[in-house]
Structures are given as C-alpha cells and as structure tokens.
C-alpha cells in the first residue's frame, strides 16, 4: 500500500543562512532527468579533465576525477544544481554583487547550488517527501534483528524434518 501525498502546489522550503526558495512539486520524471544528467555531465567532464591531462594542460586546483569519490561528488552537485533549476521559481534572501535582491536565473542557482550546506539542505528537504513516499512503498518491514526485511509469517513450522531414504550398495 503507498499514500499519495505528494504536493500539487508550489511550496516554501527554508534554507540555510536565511535563503528561503518557492519551489514547483517534484515529480519522477524531474527527479530522474536531473539524476540522470548529473551523472551524464560528470563523466563528460571527466574524459575532457582526462584529456587535457594527457595534453599536458595545467589542471592544478582541478580535483581528481578520475577518484570515483570525485566524480560522484560532482556529479551530486550537477543533480543539486539540475534538480534546483527545474524547481526554484522565486527566492528570498539571495543578494547579488551590488548587495540587491539576486535575480532567479540558471546561472544564480548554479551557483547557489555551489555552496556545499546550501545544495544538501536543498535536496534533502526537497526530495524527503518524495523518497518517504517511495519508501512507503516497500510493504516488506524490518526483520526483529534489524538485519534484513521480513514479511508476517504465512505458514506454520514443519513438525518435523524429513530425510531422504539411503540405498545400500549392492555386495
């Protein structure tokens, strides 16, 4: 059994540091579009970080993306930074260079999406009620020993085990 309880209209979330962001409801297709080209981008950026090394290009300052840590924590931010701009229609407490409200624009969001704190509290509350829906989903519940999922028992314990019959060899 799930309950649908997604949103069906845009909403608040409160971020760090006083941001506040008006956002459209998530849905899978924006979830998995976002997901998906956070990974696509990353490794696009990768081959090119690979190749300008073997060019002999100066990369110094760039990370190592050839670390899988690496480019899974680019391609996160690449998710945070899609998931954002599909979402964020309008925002609070965003300043631009000359100390006035920033406007919402791709590239403003790209780089809110740059601070660490900011693009995790984004995607942790943006996606919570999606994932909590999905995880309602999964009807099978913890094991009592935590180790893995159970069901309800269906069927009573055999009275008994049976053997197989052993043959002698023949003399």
Do not use: C
Not at 13 to 24: A, I, N, S, T
Not at 37 to 44: E, K, N, P, S
Not at 106 to 111: L, Y
């Amino acid at each position: 059994m799930i309950r649908l309880s997604l949103p069906k209209e845009p909403y608040w979330l409160d971020l760090p540091h006083g941001v506040r962001v008006f956002v459209r409801p998530l849905n899978t297709a924006v979830y998995e579009a976002a997901r998906s080209r956070g990974w696509r981008m990353a490794r696009a950026i990768a081959a090119e970080h690979a190749d300008l090394k073997a060019a002999g290009a100066d990369i110094t300052g760039l990370p190592d993306l050839s670390d899988e840590d690496a480019l899974a924590g680019l391609s996160q931010m690449l998710f945070a930074q899609g998931l954002a701009r599909s979402a964020i229609t309008k925002w609070e407490g965003v300043l631009d260079e000359a100390d006035q409200p920033a406007e919402v624009t791709d590239t403003a969001i790209a780089e809110l999406m740059q601070l660490p704190r900011m693009a995790e509290s984004f995607v942790v509350q943006y996606t919570e009620t999606h994932e909590a829906v999905i995880a309602e989903g999964n009807v099978s519940r913890p094991a009592p020993n935590g180790t893995s999922a159970a069901g309800l028992t269906t069927a009573e314990a055999a009275a008994e085990t049976a053997t197989a019959p052993t043959t002698a060899t023949p003399p």
